[in-house]
Each structure stands twice: as C-alpha cells, then as structure tokens.
T-cell receptor
Framework: SQQGEEDPQALSIQEGENATMNCSYK?????LQWYRQNSGRGLVHLIL?????REKHSGRLRVTLDTSKKSSSLLITASRAADTASYFC??????????FGAGTILRVKS | DSGVTQTPKHLITATGQRVTLRCSPR?????VYWYQQSLDQGLQFLIQ???????AKGNILERFSAQQFPDLHSELNLSSLELGDSALYFC????????????FGEGSWLTVV
C-alpha cells in the first residue's frame, strides 16, 4: 500500500524556474525521505528530514515537513534540464517500513 | 554509486519458471529491503530483513520468498512466475538504526514471457 500521495502528478517547467512538489501521508512517521529516479534507473537518495525537523536544505533542494498536516514539500531552485526525472517521497513508519508515494514526474525544458 | 549491488540487471524468463535475485547491501548496513516497481502498482514494499531476521512484511505474494544470509547479502526468490510479475525489483539497504538513510540499488529488470 502507498502512504504518500504526491502532488502534482506531473510538472513541466522551463530551465531556471523553481519546481515545487508536495507529498502527503497518513500515519505517524520517524522520517521522510525524497528520492529521484531517472527513467528505468535506480532510486537516488536526495534528502532525509526527521519528524522533529521542519526544514532542511541541500544544495538547490529545500524540504519542509509539517507533521501536524502530515505533509512535506520539495523545492528545487534554478532547475536544470538534468533535473528531469520522477521524484518520490517515502515515509519511514515506526514499524521500519519505508513506504513510497506515487511520485511526481518533473520535466525541465531547455 | 549507492554501494548496493543487485544481480542480475536484466532477466527474461518464461511463465511458470523460478528466478532468484541477489542483493549485496552497503558495507556495514544490516537491513535489506525489497521493492517491486511496476507501471500500474508503483513502488511496492515487499519485505525487510535485519541482520538475518525478517523485520517487516509488505505486499509480498506467497509465491515470493526472501532471506538474508549471515554475510548480510539477500536473495529474493520468485516462483511460478506470471506475466504480471514483470517489473523492476529493487533492493535497498540501511544501517538498521531507525531514521537512517536507505540507499537503493540499480534494480533487476524481470521480464516474464
């Protein structure tokens, strides 16, 4: 079963613009992790945010977490064509299961 | 390179057959996770092992089984294969400490014909 629901399902932007993806989940979590997947390839870990954190940065990535709303957002600033990929949020439940959402397909046009 | 190694990368087999997918976790990681990714089901958690013992179970079919060996590598066995089992199977590993980052391998593409 999938816990996270990503929004939007697909996003198309111009190079240089910012991309924001949202994720909602249902149960209590230990942490939330964001991954990127290029077509047919493996999942690349981007960033982890713990349940007691509200915001985290890594390079051009900014992640927020609102546990009261059970939601998270991933912001990619100054997007590049190479950022074109599918992005998934995954929540680590206290039973130690890492559960994925359906993902957002991001297309960055050059 | 995540440090998680999966073999084989691609596999084509016939319905009714059995295959074994192998995973070597990152050095030092005690936990291994298996996932199935298909177009219609997305990324589905199958099972997790920690230091040789089953820790969590997800949507794993009875025709599928897994184990983690003393050297911490893991195998996912898929039997009585059906066309619908065609998917990308991922292995992931983590330190086993709740809250650690979980890293994924490149996956094994299984095509059942």
């Amino acid at each position: 079963s999938q816990q996270g629901e990503e929004d939007p399902q697909a996003l198309s932007i111009q190079e240089g613009e910012n991309a924001t993806m949202n994720c909602s989940y249902k149960t209590s979590i230990n942490n939330l992790q964001w991954y990127r997947q290029n077509s047919g390839r493996g999942l690349v870990h981007l960033i982890l945010i713990r349940s007691n954190e509200r915001e985290k940065h890594s390079g051009r990535l900014r992640v927020t977490l609102d546990t009261s709303k059970k939601s998270s957002s991933l912001l990619i600033t100054a997007s590049r064509a190479a950022d074109t990929a599918s992005y998934f949020c995954a929540t680590l439940e206290y039973g130690n299961k890492l559960v994925f959402g359906a993902g957002t397909i991001l297309r960055v046009k050059s | 390179d995540s440090g998680v190694t999966q073999t084989p990368k691609h596999l084509i087999t016939a319905t009714g057959q059995r295959v074994t997918l192998r995973c070597s976790p990152r050095s030092g990681d005690l936990s291994v996770y298996w996932y199935q990714q298909s177009l219609d089901q997305g990324l589905q958690f199958l099972i997790q092992y920690y230091n040789g013992e089953e820790r969590a179970k997800g949507n794993i079919l009875e025709r599928f089984s897994a184990q983690q060996f003393p050297d911490l590598h893991s195998e996912l066995n898929l039997s009585s294969l059906e066309l619908g089992d065609s998917a990308l199977y991922f292995c992931a590993s983590g330190g086993g400490v709740v809250g650690n980052t979980i890293y994924f391998g490149e996956g094994s593409w299984l095509t059942v014909v």
